[in-house]
């Protein structure tokens, strides 16, 4: 679970290709977020209608973990790559021609499809080539995503601003895969080496039981991030008492301090443990969460919210890579079980704090995310406690 090796991490070709393609990937795929306030007028949606727009995203994701190790299988990881992104910017141009709901919710549903097809190619790519460096591998990817999926608002935001219909994103979405096509569509995406061994656990439907450990670690980091995520801004102005306006505008603390911390992350895989570097991520995150949350002053709260994201920043990729290392040669199916526990948590933790909002009030509601962060930790520390024995029992 080591990074840090004598031998020097190369980047491949195959590798600039799966950041780009990811980066790409974090461009389209958060074009909802910024798009929400102009499709919620066009259409005429209430919250609960737009509400169903993330949901529908988070079903493409959970129906890419069902298929996508199964469509590798048949047809290879190439076609598998290749056809989510084909997927994902058809979907693109779907949204820009859609002036009804149902065409946008379908153009929704296949973006989190196609995306999460590609990326779960992405991740079980970037995990077989460069094997026990897979943690910086993934961290560099996430950071590529991270600042694509910053870009975005600015992008969108700038195409309205100058008095250009927001549609004209669907056109850049195009010009940028034709772009990613026309230098790398030659190169080779080898599909897995499979021995006997992993035929075998293929056939029995077998991931380790350490991979479904780090599976739930997934799927309630991720929870978290969504939690903060997606209702965030409803924090700052119910909870903190900001005007809405600056409470957006405070919230962009969270994709920058993602941004920063994945680019400290990227640096710190090389010489620390993966698991090392989780733990303390977890430790980050549980120093600023309540500043966040119980601060009373504006300022506490913004900070909070920083120290969260920057915590929250490598989880996903740290976590990802221990649960595909723990998979061995059974890395299309990991990725795809990843994928799964992904869209799980976009699909229900969000609207589940928002029932607890509508209860308790979204102060109390939060409390939510230090029981998923408490979850998350005994798994990690019990897990690597484990191990640490079993490696004492061997001297």
Excluded at 66 to 86: C, E, K, N, Q
Excluded at 206 to 235: K, N, Q, R
Excluded at 244 to 252: C, E, I, M, V
Aim: hydrophobic share 55%; glycine share 10%.
């Amino acid at each position: 679970m080591t990074s840090s090796t004598t031998t020097p991490f190369v980047r491949f070709r195959l590798t600039w290709l799966a950041y780009i393609m990811l980066a790409y990937i974090g461009f389209v795929q958060s074009s909802f977020g910024p798009l929400m306030p102009v499709l919620r007028s066009e259409l005429d949606l209430t919250y609960t209608a737009g509400g169903m727009l993330p949901a529908a995203l988070a079903g493409g994701l959970i129906l890419s973990g069902v298929a996508g190790a199964i469509l590798a299988r048949t047809w290879g990881r190439r076609v598998v790559f290749w056809g989510g992104s084909l997927c994902l910017v058809s979907s693109a141009v779907l949204l820009g021609l859609s002036h009804r709901f149902a065409g946008v919710f379908l153009a929704a549903l296949g973006i989190g499809f196609g995306s999460s097809l590609t990326q779960v190619m992405i991740q079980a790519l970037l995990s077989d080539q460069h094997g026990e460096k897979r943690a910086i591998a993934l961290t560099e990817a996430n950071v590529a995503a991270s600042l694509s999926a910053t870009m975005t608002p600015l992008i969108i935001g700038s195409l309205i601003g100058a008095g250009i219909t927001w549609r004209s994103f669907s056109i850049l979405a195009v010009i940028f895969l034709s772009l990613i096509m026309t230098f790398f569509f030659q190169q080779a995406i080898p599909n897995p080496v499979t021995t006997v061994q992993s035929q075998t656990a293929l056939g029995r439907g077998h991931l380790p039981s350490l991979f479904w450990i780090y599976w739930l670690v997934l799927f309630l980091i991720v929870a978290v991030e969504m939690a903060i995520a997606v209702w965030g801004t409803e924090f700052f102005v119910s909870a903190a008492g900001m005007q809405r306006a600056n409470a957006a505008l405070a919230f962009g603390v969270f994709p920058a301090a993602m941004f920063i911390g994945r680019a400290v992350g990227s640096r710190l895989s090389r010489t620390w443990s993966t698991i090392s570097l989780l733990l303390l991520a977890l430790a980050i995150t549980f120093i600023g969460f309540p500043i966040f949350w119980l601060s009373r002053l504006p300022a506490l709260n913004i900070l909070g919210l920083f120290i969260t994201g920057f915590g929250i920043a490598n989880q996903y990729p740290l976590t990802l890579s221990i649960a595909v290392g723990a998979a061995g040669e059974l890395t299309n199916e990991a990725s795809a079980r990843a994928s799964l526990g992904v869209g799980t948590a976009l699909l229900v933790v969000p609207l589940l704090l928002g029932q607890l909002a509508d209860r308790f009030g979204i102060q109390s509601a939060y409390g939510i995310v230090i029981v998923l962060l408490v979850m998350a930790s005994a798994a990690v520390a019990g897990s690597h406690l484990q191990s640490l024995r079993r490696v004492a029992s061997r001297l």
